[in-house]
């Protein structure tokens, strides 16, 4: 099976729509369908026998593949419900066939005659009485018959798998000798069945069941060897992209180390905030009086880049923020984190007033919500609306806060969003203008480039720790049945 299923890839990308396929036991993800036909590498491969389906059962479209080492997860989403069952039943099946190995899949049910003549075998053969009972459920059919059905999850597994990700040598080799052993035994077994011979049954029956633990071991072991290099894989794939991931830093931080803008000057950000949480029985607590701090210094942005054409979501915001205040003063009781605000206020129902804080926080992260994802799509390469202003941002509206408006309101920002200063207009807003006086000084070709690229590192620098308050705010809400 394949097809298209969109990925979570965190809070500040969102979904984005990868091309799947499912074949032998092994989930691959492709960019596009295109470089699937291409034949170009998957981007992420995922063995369903070291996975667990988990299914959403609040959302009607999504579920998730939780890798049993590590804990890791992916979350995936379909554009239909049916479309997901679809999904989920062919994923569980392939996982089916990859693990249910302790009943030999390829051993049917057992019939009347079988249980009564291995019962008859049982009571006359006198070696190890206990080996041949744990056959007494087991039929026997003919071996014909087993390899015509070629639906066992055995054989599935072992016979008949193609993909080297599950068997390799030597194990291949050991795996598919105790399989030909194994059949060969059962096929004597069937032989003497026939033949009615109950001093042979007996014997063969000992020698099936031997090959067979014999076998099964050899898949444990197998699937244990996987397990191992999955996770050393996994462990060097790490270690790689932290070394990456520093010497790009190193070298990035060589170059803008006099380098100021807006979003690297502000004396209280959202990484403080990020900084300062604690956690509480299981749940992250974020500190008031620094988050709230954040928020105003956060207002100098419109002052410096918008002017009078977002004054309403400006003064929207500082509103919200005065009300928080507000209630912690008035309070008396010294709240330290936004959690425990909201808590007091929901436990004595206090929580739905326009002046409660409870109420105002909910406004004030939305419309966080959407300045972080308005900054994101207006610099980040892959964004459709990169370097234009206005639909970057009614991309955000739209995506986050128009549902919480009514038409009337949405059609004011729109209007007003439509006014919003140019990308050029942005930049020289948001960069020092020492900094900027002295690229312009440089005369070299590029130089506004050059600005532009550091610009947008300062931006996902203050907008990643800005993501990760607003998601934790998001579920806070969203644990308290209010729609964030």
């Not at 369908?33 to 996975?51: F, I, Q």
């Not at 049993?68 to 996982?95: F, H, N, P």
Request: hydrophobic content about 35%; glycine content about 6%; overall charge negative.
């Amino acid at each position: 099976m394949e097809g298209e299923i969109y990925r979570w890839h965190g809070y500040l990308s969102g979904w984005g729509k990868k091309y799947f396929v499912l074949h032998n036991g092994t989930l691959s993800c492709f960019a596009s369908k295109v470089e699937r036909m291409n034949r170009k590498p998957a981007t992420e491969v995922y063995n369903l026998g070291l996975c667990e389906i988990i299914v959403d059962h609040v959302t009607p479209t999504q579920f998730e593949l939780k890798g049993t080492i590590g804990g890791k997860v992916c979350s995936l989403k379909t554009d239909t419900k049916d479309e997901r069952q679809q999904w989920i039943k062919s994923l569980g099946s392939a996982k089916a066939c990859l693990l249910d190995t302790s009943t030999l899949g390829f051993l049917p049910k057992p019939s009347e005659d079988s249980r009564l003549l291995t019962s008859q075998v049982s009571r006359e053969v006198e070696e190890d009485t206990s080996l041949v009972a744990s056959f007494e459920s087991v039929a026997i059919e003919p071996n014909e018959k087993m390899e015509q059905s070629g639906n066992g999850s055995l054989n599935n597994l072992l016979l008949s798998s193609d993909n080297p990700s599950i068997v390799d040598e030597p194990e291949q080799t050991n795996i598919l000798h105790l399989c030909d052993v194994t059949k060969t035994e059962i096929a004597n077994l069937e032989e003497a069945i026939t033949l009615l011979s109950t001093n042979e049954i007996g014997k063969i029956l000992l020698k099936v069941e031997t090959s067979c633990r014999a076998l099964l071991a050899a898949v444990e072991e197998k699937k244990l060897t996987l397990a191992e290099d999955e996770q050393e894989a996994q462990d060097t794939q790490l270690a790689q992209d932290t070394q990456l991931a520093q010497e790009n830093q190193l070298a990035q931080d060589s170059h803008i180390d006099n380098f100021s803008t807006f979003f690297s000057s502000q004396p209280t950000n959202f990484r403080h905030v990020v900084d300062g949480t604690i956690s509480r029985e299981g749940k992250p607590l974020l500190p008031a009086l620094i988050f709230l701090e954040a928020c105003q210094c956060y207002l100098r942005f419109f002052d410096r880049f918008s002017g009078t054409v977002m004054t309403p979501l400006r003064n929207d915001i500082e509103g919200n923020i005065g009300k928080i205040r507000k209630v912690m003063k008035d309070s008396g009781k010294g709240y330290d984190y936004l959690q425990e605000i909201v808590d007091h206020e929901i436990s004595r129902k206090q929580h739905t007033g326009p002046d409660t804080a409870t109420q105002a926080l909910l406004w004030l992260n939305r419309a966080l919500s959407v300045m972080c994802r308005f900054l994101k799509n207006v610099v980040t390469s892959d964004s459709a609306t990169k370097h234009d202003t206005g639909a970057s941002f009614i991309s955000a509206y739209n995506e986050l806060l128009a549902k919480h408006h009514n038409w009337m309101v949405q059609k004011l920002f729109k209007v007003g969003l439509k006014m919003v200063p140019s990308y050029e207009a942005f930049q020289q807003s948001m960069i020092d203008q020492q900094c900027w006086k002295e690229g312009e000084a440089t005369g070299e070709v590029g130089w506004l480039d050059v600005l532009d690229d550091k610009m947008a590192h300062h931006v996902m620098q203050y907008i990643e720790p800005m993501g990760v308050v607003v998601e934790q705010l998001r579920y806070m809400y969203t644990t308290h049945n209010i729609d964030p």
